[in-house]
Each structure stands twice: as C-alpha cells, then as structure tokens.
T-cell receptor
Framework: QQQVKQSPQSLIVQKGGISIINCAYENTAFDYFPWYQQFPGKGPALLIAIRPDVSEKKEGRFTISFNKSAKQFSLHIMDSQPGDSATYFCAASTIQGAQKLVFGQGTRLTINP | DAGVIQSPRHEVTEMGQEVTLRCKPISGHNSLFWYRQTMMRGLELLIYFNNNVPIDDSGMPEDRFSAKMPNASFSTLKIQPSEPRDSAVYFC?????????????FGSGTRLTVV
C-alpha cells in the first residue's frame, strides 16, 4: 500500500514534443505528490508538486494532472527540449509529520534534437 | 546556503571494511533523510531523523547499517562490515518539518563501491 508505481521506465521524445509520465498510488492517506528531476551525478531536485485539492498545476512547460478517484497523477512536459533529458521520479507522502516520501521507480527521459 | 553537503563523493572499499558516509544538512532544516539508490530498487528510504531523533529506521537493511545525528548540522551513515551488495549511491536529504512545500533538498550523493 506504500508503493508508488511509475511508467514508463524509459521514454524517448522528439524535441518540441510532449513528454508524459504516469504514476499510480494505493494509499488514500497520501496528500502530497511531488515530482523530482535528476541529472547524472546529481541528487534529485524538486520540480513541481501538487496537493489533491486541485486537479492540475502548471509551472512553465511542466504540468501535473491529478485524478483523485483513480489515484493517478501524471507529469506533462510541453515543448520538450534536449535539456529536459534526465530521470524523473514521482513521489507521494502525507503532509503531516516529517513528510516521508515514497518514490516511484523513475523514468529515464531522452529528448532527441 | 551551500545546500546539503555529502562526503566523500566517491568511496571504494574492500569487503569487510567499515565505511562512514557524512552529511551536513541545510541550516534550519529539522528533518534529515538517508536514501539509497540502485538500478534495481530505485530510491529506498533507509532512515529519517526529526529534530536529531531517529523516527523511522525500518528501511535500514541490516544491523550492519547504523546512522547517527549528534547535532542539527551533522549526520553519519555507517556500514560495518561492508559487502559488495552495499554498492550504490547514498543520498542525504533535508527539509523543514512541518513541511513548507519546498520539498526535500538532496545532496549530490556518495557513490559507494565495495569490491
């Protein structure tokens, strides 16, 4: 019940295209859903996050879509650029306490020029 | 702030040796997390501290692993004795608690290789 399932494992998108990564969770107590971006040799860095009181959050070219009834959320990267090539992790936690995050398995995104 | 600082960046050691990984969290953050990253298992939470107190160590794989946080600005993760299957990248992260929405800040990790 603590798992977060992420797909696909890897994704190749042409420059300018839309990259879509999906995640699903089971624990209905989760109420905080961040996405992290990781470049080789670096630690993950917070990209964007959403709470379940909204169905969508947009920051620049990055959008999180959230479906509470289906217990799914997704990351959309519009106008994908080669610099977006990285590994993306979805995560989930409860907002209470120390915000213990459970991470998905990661998606390796490659944007071809 | 220089962010979360981990040392060393790389560590190569022989099986059976003791390994100590170090972490300096962001000043003011009161939660600290140790994660292990491997290709097979992804990011696994090993242990986390709140106000220097260990809250959940259920992710620590074996008694060979131990972690301490003697003060708000320093934490260690020790493996004794080390084994080849411990080879991974170990990340330290810190955050505010209660959370402010800024999420975790991760260090750059320590790549451990046990031969």
């Amino acid at each position: 019940q603590q798992q977060v399932k992420q797909s696909p494992q890897s994704l190749i998108v042409q420059k300018g295209g839309i990259s879509i990564i999906n995640c699903a969770y089971e624990n209905t107590a989760f109420d905080y859903f961040p996405w992290y971006q990781q470049f080789p040799g670096k630690g993950p860095a917070l990209l964007i996050a959403i709470r379940p009181d909204v169905s969508e959050k947009k920051e620049g070219r990055f959008t999180i879509s959230f479906n509470k009834s289906a217990k799914q959320f997704s990351l959309h990267i519009m106008d994908s650029q080669p610099g977006d090539s990285a590994t993306y992790f979805c995560a989930a936690s409860t907002i209470q306490g120390a915000q213990k995050l459970v991470f998905g398995q990661g998606t390796r995104l490659t944007i071809n020029p | 702030d220089a962010g979360v600082i981990q040392s060393p960046r790389h560590e190569v050691t022989e099986m059976g040796q003791e390994v100590t990984l170090r972490c300096k969290p962001i000043s003011g953050h009161n939660s600290l997390f140790w994660y292990r990253q491997t290709m097979m298992r992804g990011l696994e939470l090993l242990i986390y501290f709140n106000n220097n107190v260990p809250i959940d160590d259920s992710g620590m794989p074996e008694d060979r692993f131990s972690a301490k946080m003697p003060n708000a600005s320093f934490s260690t993760l020790k493996i004794q004795p080390s084994e080849p299957r411990d080879s991974a990248v170990y990340f330290c992260a810190s955050s505010f608690s209660p959370p402010t929405g800024d999420g975790y800040t991760f260090g750059s990790g320590t790549r451990l290789t046990v031969v």
